[in-house]
């Protein structure tokens, strides 16, 4: 009665009713219409919804609400058919907030009918939940599956038998030599340095990370950085194949060679004999501890950053300060086969544990770079242009950029604008209420 008041009395009362429903419900439904054998259009034509392929009428999928994304990517106006089988992608939890932080995209995920299927594996070294048969099982389902996505794993400060952590294996096992971290300014918060876009690469299977230390004699350490030049002009390589695919301009080697002259120097050269391979794009290095202060200072004169694995480490974190912290920054690792997506900043938050205010917007960000890896590149934009939105909108914030919001508040207030989303009811997998569904078709009719 309430749709009825609401659409008008009339003849196409059901028609305006059907393309409202229709609108909420992009691609799991379909409109049908049933017509008499008449060239007239019967006033009294029936409108019904059924699951695509379980009618013998003629279905056509519509989707009359406008699809208002801006970004850069072509995205067609009307939803894509919904995928006939689902990728299968490794999920790994982590320590800290990791688990809460998947939950989140998990949800959303459901909520925009992502056609994602997840396998998901528990590894830590802080809980008691890591083995050799564990992290065999994760290889297993990521060599398998080629693509990922995790949280971090902890590691222990405490020396028990195992130099290389669990994390450190994963990288080294599946050959993840790239880490690819993009810091961009979020419109709609603002810091000290707005529209801030650079990218910083790191390599991640060698230097100080090689898990290489001894004591040769009692009371000295040795700690050996390793530096090859196979592996430094293959990360060089990938900075500058990055670079020409993303229509970037320079790439700035980081380095201390000054002080570790072969080390360091032998990174260096093989950065400047990559880089005579690519005339169109400048090349300067900078030393490490002076990259550190001209981000500081001025970030903009940065594009892409190339360097070994502890300054990555260091300069990935001090980056996302600049543009929100460790919340806000996506980040990835390839390898030739395989891409792990995860936040940028790699901190567990262990004391925000249960307490519902970790910030999910890097690995929601994440989730989306992941999707468009995969080529769904609509449901990446839809991700991905939903969490811009609520940042942009500023109603909704966590802790860590000045709110008071949860991280279940937060997503929620994504999912609510993720374009024509769908608003279902129980008997078709959703959870949405009587109420609530005829509250969104009557939003949804044009009158």
Same mark, same amino acid.
């Given at each position: 009665?309430?749709?009825?008041?609401?659409?008008?009395?009339?003849?196409?009362?059901?028609?305006?009713?059907?393309?409202?429903?229709?609108?909420?419900?992009?691609?799991?439904?379909?409109?049908?219409?049933?017509?008499?054998?008449?060239?007239?259009?019967?006033?009294?034509?029936?409108?019904?919804?059924?699951?695509?392929?379980?009618?013998?009428?003629?279905?056509?999928?519509? !989707?009359?609400?406008?699809?208002?994304?801006?970004?850069?990517?072509?995205?067609?106006?009307?939803?894509?058919?919904?995928?006939?089988?689902?990728?299968?992608?490794?999920?790994?939890?982590?320590?800290?907030?990791?688990?809460?932080?998947?939950?989140?995209?998990?949800?959303?995920?459901? /909520?925009?009918?992502?056609?994602?299927?997840?396998?998901?594996?528990?590894?830590?070294?802080?809980?008691?939940?890591?083995?050799?048969?564990?992290?065999?099982?994760?290889?297993?389902?990521?060599?398998?599956?080629?693509?990922?996505?995790?949280?971090?794993?902890?590691?222990?400060?405490?020396?028990?038998?195992?130099? /290389?952590?669990?994390?450190?294996?994963?990288?080294?096992?599946?050959?993840?030599?790239?880490?690819?971290?993009?810091?961009?300014?979020?419109?709609?918060?603002?810091?000290?340095?707005?529209?801030?876009?650079?990218?910083?690469?790191?390599?991640?299977?060698?230097?100080?990370?090689?898990?290489?230390?001894?004591?040769?004699?009692?009371?000295?350490?040795?700690?050996?950085?390793?530096?090859?030049?196979?592996?430094?002009?293959?990360?060089?390589?990938? /900075?500058?194949?990055?670079?020409?695919?993303?229509?970037?301009?320079?790439?700035?080697?980081?380095?201390?060679?000054?002080?570790?002259?072969?080390?360091?120097?032998?990174?260096?050269?093989?950065?400047?004999?990559?880089?005579?391979?690519?005339?169109?794009?400048? =090349?300067?290095?900078?030393?490490?501890?002076?990259? !550190?202060?001209?981000?500081?200072?001025?970030?903009?004169?940065?594009?892409?950053?190339?360097?070994?694995?502890?300054?990555?480490?260091?300069? #990935?974190?001090?980056?996302?300060?600049?543009?929100?912290?460790?919340?806000?920054?996506?980040?990835?690792?390839?390898?030739?086969?395989?891409?792990?997506?995860?936040?940028?900043?790699?901190?567990?938050?262990?004391?925000?544990?249960?307490?519902?205010?970790?910030?999910?917007?890097?690995?929601?960000?994440?989730?989306?770079?992941?999707?468009?890896?995969?080529?769904?590149?609509?449901?990446?934009?839809?991700?991905?242009?939903?969490?811009?939105?609520?940042?942009?909108?500023?109603?909704?914030?966590?802790?860590?950029?000045?709110? =008071?919001?949860?991280?279940? #508040?937060?997503?929620?207030?994504?999912?609510? !604008?993720?374009?024509?989303?769908?608003?279902?009811?129980?008997?078709?997998?959703?959870? /949405?209420?009587?109420?609530?569904?005829?509250?969104?078709?009557?939003?949804?009719?044009?009158?």
């Amino acid at each position: 009665g309430s749709v009825e008041k609401r659409a008008g009395y009339g003849s196409s009362i059901r028609k305006k009713i059907a393309f409202a429903t229709a609108s909420l419900m992009y691609d799991g439904l379909c409109v049908e219409k049933e017509r008499p054998n008449s060239s007239q259009e019967n006033p009294n034509a029936v409108y019904s919804f059924t699951r695509k392929g379980l009618s013998g009428c003629q279905l056509q999928p519509i !989707c009359v609400r406008p699809l208002n994304l801006t970004s850069s990517q072509g995205v067609s106006e009307t939803p894509p058919a919904r995928a006939d089988s689902t990728f299968k992608v490794t999920m790994v939890p982590g320590d800290g907030v990791g688990p809460e932080l998947m939950t989140a995209v998990k949800e959303v995920f459901k /909520a925009a009918d992502v056609p994602v299927e997840f396998e998901e594996f528990h590894l830590s070294e802080v809980q008691n939940m890591a083995s050799e048969e564990k992290l065999e099982e994760v290889l297993s389902s990521m060599k398998n599956n080629r693509v990922a996505i995790k949280g971090k794993i902890h590691t222990p400060m405490e020396y028990k038998g195992e130099l /290389a952590s669990y994390e450190m294996r994963l990288r080294r096992k599946l050959d993840l030599f790239a880490n690819v971290v993009h810091v961009k300014s979020l419109p709609g918060y603002s810091t000290r340095h707005n529209n801030l876009d650079l990218v910083i690469i790191r390599e991640q299977t060698e230097g100080e990370y090689s898990s290489l230390e001894h004591e040769s004699v009692s009371g000295v350490v040795e700690c050996l950085k390793i530096i090859t030049r196979e592996k430094s002009r293959r990360i060089a390589k990938f /900075a500058f194949d990055y670079a020409t695919k993303k229509g970037r301009s320079k790439v700035t080697a980081v380095h201390k060679a000054n002080i570790m002259k072969l080390g360091d120097g032998l990174f260096l050269q093989s950065c400047a004999e990559v880089a005579e391979l690519y005339p169109k794009i400048k =090349y300067e290095n900078i030393i490490i501890d002076n990259c !550190c202060m001209q981000l500081v200072q001025n970030p903009y004169q940065f594009d892409v950053l190339v360097m070994p694995n502890l300054y990555g480490n260091i300069i #990935d974190n001090l980056a996302a300060g600049l543009v929100g912290g460790a919340g806000v920054v996506p980040g990835e690792s390839y390898s030739a086969e395989y891409a792990v997506f995860e936040t940028g900043a790699r901190h567990p938050f262990a004391q925000a544990v249960g307490r519902n205010i970790a910030n999910p917007t890097a690995m929601l960000l994440s989730a989306s770079n992941m999707l468009r890896h995969l080529n769904l590149e609509y449901h990446s934009n839809m991700v991905s242009e939903a969490v811009k939105k609520v940042i942009k909108q500023g109603k909704v914030r966590t802790r860590d950029l000045g709110g =008071y919001c949860t991280t279940g #508040d937060f997503v929620q207030a994504v999912v609510a !604008c993720l374009p024509c989303r769908a608003v279902r009811t129980s008997d078709l997998g959703g959870y /949405a209420t009587n109420d609530e569904f005829t509250r969104a078709v009557i939003g949804n009719l044009t009158v």
